[in-house]
């Protein structure tokens, strides 16, 4: 069973300079969609077999804690148009991605790779784009809009505090789930837990770029980046970067102010924020979340944001085949939701891999491959797919400038 759960009531859109206003109310269908939040809680999943949990609380229960914004509200989203030099700093960034992406269609994309990281000049260039991009214009303008300022980096905060603290932290809630879904593979399962204990949050954020995380005391947070945008981040190319099991903390150079090795099941969260779009082949993706298995604790989570600017469901099934890779990994997918312009991403890392996989056996579908292409790997040139009709709307050619228009420079994905 699925449960979508759709909550935009009463939207005013006001697009300045346009002076355009979008008035819009439960029934009207003038919303642009990317507006449209929704959660999928993946626990629903199952729900009929999984009704109430021993600590009393139903699945239903834990959606609604699950849901953190309230069923009615009015949001005042406020875009400010893109200025020139937005657009520009935002076509720097698609353009590094796009021409690695062609260089790898051409050539291996090992070497592509290698020698897109000894360009320095080029990585300095995306690093200070990035940095005045995310910190001059998408929290800036996020702000005004309902304080919904940063709502990725938020949206991290967030999901790692309500999984990992909070009156019933929803690890052991997880840990329940996937206590039965073992019991279901093998009645005489049993396992002694121990309590998952931590006192801050230890986050290693990958692509940190500036450090967005160091603002927050309850996360002990590693940054590292192949172009770090700020003193307090570590130079490491995580493609390359060693996994030693052997190794209790970082082995760092301070030299160079970089990590060359990692501690395995050492980090509580890994963040992805706009990371894997960066890299230009499935493998390269790939790798990425095969090594943060193996440097995450048994239960830890990687969180994961991609650009996502199309409506709700355009990209479901790209991002149910990650689901899907993820699993055959031994990670399971916990949460999904849809902000403005990304999709956000929950992956837990099952005690026991059989757990992830059997989701998988499970859930096959005969487009599912194990890899991890993002909508950029296509040459789509249609803006909708008719598939979701009820979330298509419809609109002039002028509103869809103006919205591009605001947009522009917002996750740079844009088709
Ligand atoms: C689009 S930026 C995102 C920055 C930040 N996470 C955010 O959400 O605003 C992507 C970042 O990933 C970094 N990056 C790409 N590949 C990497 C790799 N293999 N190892 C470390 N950092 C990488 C880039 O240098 C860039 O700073
Ligand atoms: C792992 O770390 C240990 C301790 O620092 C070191 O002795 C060993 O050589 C490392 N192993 C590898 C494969 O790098
Ligand atoms: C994608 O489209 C561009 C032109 O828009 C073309 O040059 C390129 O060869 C196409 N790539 C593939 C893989 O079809």
């Given at each position: 069973?699925?449960?979508?759960?759709?909550?935009?009531?009463?939207?005013?859109?006001?697009?300045?300079?346009?002076s355009?206003?979008?008035?819009?109310?439960?029934?009207?269908?003038?919303?642009?969609?990317?507006?449209?939040?929704?959660?999928?809680?993946?626990?629903?999943?199952?729900?009929?077999e999984?009704?109430?949990?021993?600590?009393?609380?139903?699945?239903?229960?834990?959606?609604?804690?699950?849901?953190?914004?309230?069923?009615?509200?009015?949001?005042?989203?406020?875009?400010?148009?893109?200025?020139?030099?937005?657009?520009?700093?935002?076509?720097?960034?698609?353009?590094?991605?796009?021409?690695?992406?062609?260089?790898?269609?051409?050539?291996?994309?090992?070497?592509?790779?290698?020698?897109?990281?000894?360009?320095?000049?080029?990585?300095?260039?995306?690093?200070?784009?990035?940095?005045?991009?995310?910190?001059?214009y998408?929290?800036?303008?996020?702000?005004?809009?309902?304080k919904?300022?940063?709502?990725?980096?938020?949206?991290?905060?967030?999901?790692?505090?309500?999984?990992?603290?909070?009156?019933t932290?929803?690890?052991?809630?997880?840990?329940?789930?996937?206590?039965?879904?073992?019991?279901?593979?093998?009645?005489?399962?049993?396992?002694?837990?121990?309590?998952?204990?931590?006192?801050?949050?230890?986050?290693?954020?990958?692509?940190?770029?500036?450090?967005?995380?160091?603002?927050?005391?309850?996360?002990?947070?590693?940054?590292?980046?192949?172009?770090?945008?700020?003193?307090?981040?570590?130079?490491?190319?995580?493609?390359?970067?060693?996994?030693?099991?052997?190794?209790?903390?970082?082995?760092?150079?301070?030299?160079h102010?970089?990590?060359?090795?990692?501690?395995?099941?050492?980090?509580?969260?890994?963040?992805?924020?706009?990371?894997?779009?960066?890299?230009?082949?499935?493998?390269?993706?790939?790798?990425?979340?095969?090594?943060?298995?193996?440097l995450?604790?048994?239960?830890?989570?990687?969180?994961?944001?991609?650009?996502?600017?199309?409506h709700?469901?355009?990209?479901?099934?790209?991002?149910?085949?990650?689901?899907?890779?993820?699993?055959?990994?031994?990670?399971?997918?916990?949460?999904?939701?849809?902000?403005?312009?990304?999709?956000?991403m929950?992956?837990?890392?099952?005690?026991?891999?059989?757990?992830?996989?059997?989701?998988?056996?499970?859930?096959?579908?005969?487009?599912?491959?194990p890899?991890?292409?993002?909508p950029?790997?296509?040459?789509?040139?249609?803006?909708e797919?008719?598939?979701?009709?009820?979330?298509?709307?419809?609109?002039?050619?002028?509103?869809?400038?103006?919205?591009?228009?605001?947009?522009?420079?917002?996750?740079?994905?844009?088709?």
């Open positions: 069973m699925k449960f979508a759960y759709v909550c935009v009531l009463f939207i005013l859109i006001v697009v300045e300079n346009g355009k206003a979008y008035p819009l109310d439960e029934e009207s269908a003038t919303a642009p969609e990317d507006y449209m939040d929704y959660v999928e809680l993946d626990p629903m999943d199952n729900v009929a999984l009704q109430k949990t021993s600590t009393g609380r139903t699945w239903l229960g834990l959606a609604t804690t699950l849901i953190e914004k309230p069923a009615h509200h009015a949001f005042v989203f406020h875009f400010p148009m893109a200025t020139q030099e937005q657009l520009e700093l935002s076509g720097l960034i698609k353009s590094v991605h796009q021409r690695l992406r062609d260089s790898a269609k051409q050539q291996d994309p090992e070497t592509v790779w290698k020698e897109h990281v000894r360009d320095e000049g080029l990585l300095k260039s995306y690093a200070e784009a990035m940095h005045k991009l995310a910190t001059c998408w929290d800036r303008t996020m702000e005004v809009s309902c919904r300022s940063n709502s990725r980096i938020e949206w991290v905060v967030a999901s790692c505090r309500c999984y990992f603290h909070g009156a932290p929803l690890l052991y809630l997880f840990r329940e789930k996937d206590d039965k879904v073992m019991q279901a593979i093998d009645a005489g399962y049993r396992y002694e837990h121990r309590p998952y204990t931590i006192d801050r949050i230890k986050l290693l954020d990958v692509g940190s770029c500036y450090d967005p995380f160091a603002s927050f005391p309850d996360f002990d947070v590693t940054a590292i980046d192949i172009a770090p945008a700020g003193s307090s981040v570590w130079h490491c190319d995580f493609l390359e970067a060693e996994v030693n099991k052997t190794l209790s903390i970082p082995s760092i150079s301070e030299q102010h970089s990590i060359e090795a990692f501690p395995g099941d050492h980090y509580d969260a890994i963040v992805f924020s706009l990371l894997l779009e960066y890299l230009p082949s499935s493998e390269q993706r790939l790798r990425c979340c095969r090594k943060a298995y193996d995450l604790k048994p239960e830890g989570i990687l969180l994961i944001i991609t650009p996502d600017s199309r709700q469901g355009a990209n479901a099934k790209l991002m149910k085949n990650w689901r899907y890779t993820l699993g055959l990994m031994g990670f399971s997918r916990i949460k999904i939701e849809k902000l403005e312009h990304v999709t956000c929950v992956f837990r890392k099952c005690i026991f891999p059989t757990v992830g996989k059997r989701w998988c056996d499970i859930h096959r579908e005969a487009y599912m491959e890899v991890l292409n993002i950029q790997d296509f040459n789509e040139t249609k803006l797919e008719k598939d979701d009709s009820a979330m298509d709307v419809p609109r002039t050619d002028e509103d869809d400038g103006e919205i591009r228009q605001a947009f522009a420079g917002l996750p740079f994905l844009e088709s």
